[in-house]
């Protein structure tokens, strides 16, 4: 019998036992570090000091590179890759298709009489044209240019893979719009670096620069490579699309924070010291819920770094895994009945005098300033709730999101019982002006009060979708496979605009004649007032959470299709197009490729899913029943026609059963091709995704639900797919 999954099985043995010893792991992690960055250090080597100074510049204040400077940096680049092996270079971006893409070129150029040199100029280094006509564009591109570009983003270091210098970039159509995930990003970086410094001139006049910061917490499953090869729904969709819960889940808990089976610990070893090398400071690595799930976190960093960290760790795990006959799998909810993946996005924001600013201070006044940029966030999150929702919608994160393993579609803000104790203070504070002894009061008692290491956030509510964790917000309904910058985009921009909104409202105050401590607690008052709806302490997984939430007027935008409809309301238009950083014409592009991505991934799945229903399942079904009922006349051959009865009557049951399984699996099959077909004729988009959303994937279910009682059926030995229990707990 050699189906696929016995042949899998049977392979990964021998693979087990050649991988337990083969990993060398350096001494000292840290020497390590940026040697395959092209960091301040190594710039300062090889830079001029003018050269090195405008890079900083660029770097810190966003000051254009003038063209002989560039120049001077993309020869110090080459010889910096050369001197490390290096022979390529290549534009670095992250398209909207999810993955990172590069065009490699080679340095080496041919010169007069039959020599050749390794050049690269400042042209070269500022701007490169990918094969541009594969990525997604909603639109964008058919109607105007054929052609993008990508641009040197100087912010971020150029780093060594392999044997090419990589050069992050953005990726931009001729005409100007934006392709990708770090164009935008970067845009909204420079809205709430303007808002926030603003805001900071009420509490410190030495602050000129306000960077948000992200750290990032990825978790993954492995699955052998020789298994993952056995399932063509993980091939071919990411996630298995059948497969019985295995009889030992994760009910147990012995999982997490559990002992890391050697051979993973060698794929985590050696990936670390990849990060190492190219400078993500990853700390932390442990177990997660599930069976060979796991969860990789680095330092926080800002934000255009941490994002180009994480797509950039995304494929250098892949890239290691296999390299460790492991297939990595980024997919929120990969095996039905087992914890999903997501990706916390941890946010705050840094000065360059360096604070954070949402962690509480030593004093009143820094507390006051600590509350202003707390409760902004927080009456920001109220104000654009669905636009998070919608940032971080995907058929996959569906699958997560309200599945009581991860935050409702409920966007709320946990903040802990403390500092929810000075919210309900603040709000009593009285209208206009104040007496000096109420603001004494005020400063001591309330503002004062708040301890600087905040206690009950260390034991946070983990059902939150938006949680305080002491000094940063911790974006949880993230999905595992995102690109975070889309999450980061949105938070950027709805703080910058309260900042700015803020700052308006408590200027006119000012004007009206109020001290300054007195408009900003007027102001704060207000939001505190306006925004509570948003604010949860309880569980929210409960039932009751939904009910009480349709009662404050939350939205519960359940699936993708109906968050994505929220995404073109004008008050997210507006909010774009004041901050500078999408076109109206950019959002509805994006908007379509997410819908599109929807459409295709369910199109894709239930493809798999027929094709093998039809020729995995059921041939195996009926097999498996040729034989009961060879048994059964065998039975009654030996028995004869009045005793073989109630020997055979458990397979004459089962020899039943599987009939009326396959029945289900035929009419399920017939009713999904149909569904699906129909739904590929329907426009535009966003009807499309709600069909696909409302009419096609709830007949998964069906034919699931056989398939699933299928195996329970049939003998181990034929069945052809590769089991949960040998995917999940095959180490
Ligand atoms: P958890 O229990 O969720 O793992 P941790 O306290 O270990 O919580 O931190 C989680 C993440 O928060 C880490 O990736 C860390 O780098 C990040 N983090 C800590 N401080 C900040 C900050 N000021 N800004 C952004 N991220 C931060
Ligand atoms: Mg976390």
Redesign the pocket.
């Known amino acids: 019998m050699a189906t696929l999954r016995f042949k899998a099985l049977s392979e990964l043995s021998f693979k087990n036992f050649r991988k337990e010893n083969s990993i060398e792991i350096p001494q000292k992690l840290s020497e390590l570090y940026c040697q395959n960055v092209f960091s301040e250090d190594s710039m300062r080597e090889y830079l001029t000091k003018e050269a090195f100074q405008s890079i900083l510049d660029a770097m810190k204040r966003g000051i254009k590179i003038p063209r002989h400077i560039a120049d001077q940096v993309a020869v110090a680049m080459k010889d910096w890759a050369l001197s490390r092996g290096v022979t390529h270079y290549t534009h670095w971006f992250q398209p909207l298709t999810g993955s990172t893409a590069e065009k490699h070129d080679s340095f080496f150029t041919p010169i007069e009489g039959g020599r050749a040199i390794e050049r690269f100029s400042g042209n070269m280094l500022i701007q490169q044209e990918p094969d541009a006509s594969s990525f997604p564009n909603g639109g964008i591109r058919n109607t105007f240019e054929a052609r993008g570009y990508t641009a040197w983003d100087p912010t971020s270091p150029a780093f060594i893979m392999g044997t090419t210098l990589c050069i992050p970039s953005v990726f931009i159509s001729y005409t100007g719009e934006t392709l990708d995930y770090k164009a935008p990003l970067l845009r909204s970086l420079h809205a709430v670096d303007e808002a926030a410094t603003d805001v900071m001139q009420y509490f410190d006049k030495n602050v000129t620069k306000v960077t948000p ?5 990825q978790e993954y499953f492995l699955v052998d490579s020789a298994l993952y090869q056995s399932r063509p729904d993980l091939v071919f969709t990411g996630k298995t699309l059948l497969g019985h819960a295995p009889a030992k889940g994760q009910q147990l808990d012995d999982h997490y924070f559990g002992s890391i089976p050697t051979r993973v610990m060698n794929f985590m070893k050696d990936l670390e010291v990849e990060c190492m090398k190219l400078g993500i400071p990853v ?2 690595r442990h177990n997660e819920v599930a069976p060979n799930q796991f969860e990789l ?4 960093e800002e934000v255009n770094v941490a994002v180009d960290h994480n797509s950039l760790l995304m494929d250098v795990m892949a890239r290691i895994a296999h390299k460790h006959h492991f297939h990595i799998l980024f997919h929120e909810k990969p095996f039905k009945g087992v914890n999903g993946s997501g990706k ?1 996005n ?3 924001m ?1 000065t360059d005098t360096g604070e ?1 600013l ?2 509480p201070g030593r004093n009143p006044k820094k507390n006051l300033q600590f509350l202003t940029y707390f409760i902004t966030s927080i009456k920001a999150v109220y104000e654009y709730a669905d636009l998070l929702r919608a940032g971080i919608a995907s058929a996959s994160n569906d699958h997560r999101l309200g599945a009581n393993e991860a935050p409702p579609a409920i966007i709320s803000v946990f903040i802990g019982s403390q500092l929810y104790r000075v919210l309900e203070e603040l709000e009593k504070v009285k209208d206009g002006k104040l007496s000096p002894e109420e603001k004494t009061d005020l400063k001591l008692n309330v503002v004062g009060k708040i301890p600087e290491i905040l206690l009950d956030n260390t034991d946070r509510n983990r059902t939150s979708p938006f949680a305080f ?1 002491g ?2 917000f ?1 974006i949880r309904a993230v999905g595992s496979s995102a690109n975070c910058a889309e999450a980061m985009t949105i938070m950027n921009a709805i703080a910058a605009k309260q900042l700015r909104d803020f700052k308006i409202e408590v200027d006119a105050l000012i004007a009206s004649g109020l001290k300054k401590d007195e408009a900003i607690f007027n102001v704060l008052r207000e939001y505190i007032k306006v925004s509570k709806s948003i604010m949860f302490e309880g569980d929210g997984y409960s039932d009751d959470w939904a009910v009480e939430a349709e009662k404050r007027g939350l939205n519960n935008l359940k699936t993708s299709p109906e968050a994505l409809a929220r995404e073109l309301d004008d008050k997210f238009v507006s909010l774009y197009e004041e901050l500078g950083i999408y076109t109206k014409r950019e959002i509805e592009a994006r908007n379509e490729i997410k819908l599109e991505k929807y459409c295709s991934v369910i199109a894709i799945e239930a493809r798999v899913l027929c094709d093998l229903a039809r020729n995995h399942i059921i041939p195996a079904a009926v097999t498996y029943q040729n034989r009961l009922i060879d048994n059964v006349k065998g039975l009654k051959e030996i028995f004869g026609e009045n005793e073989y009865h109630p020997l055979a009557a458990e397979q004459i049951d089962l020899i039943k059963n599987i009939s009326q399984r396959i029945h289900q699996i035929k009419n399920g099959v017939d009713a999904l091709l149909e569904a699906k077909s129909n739904a590929l004729e329907i426009h535009p988009a966003q009807r499309q995704a709600e069909v696909f959303c409302n009419e096609v994937k709830p007949l998964f279910d069906t034919i699931r639900e056989a398939a699933d009682d299928l195996e329970m059926m049939v003998d181990d030995e034929i069945w052809p797919l590769t089991k949960y229990r040998e995917l999940l707990f095959t180490r």
Do not use: D, Q, R
Request: no cysteine; glycine share 4%; charged share 15%.
């Open positions: 910061t992200l750290g990032w917490e700390t932390t976190a680095p330092m926080f916390h941890n946010w705050s840094a954070n949402l962690s964790t000094n940063k911790e």
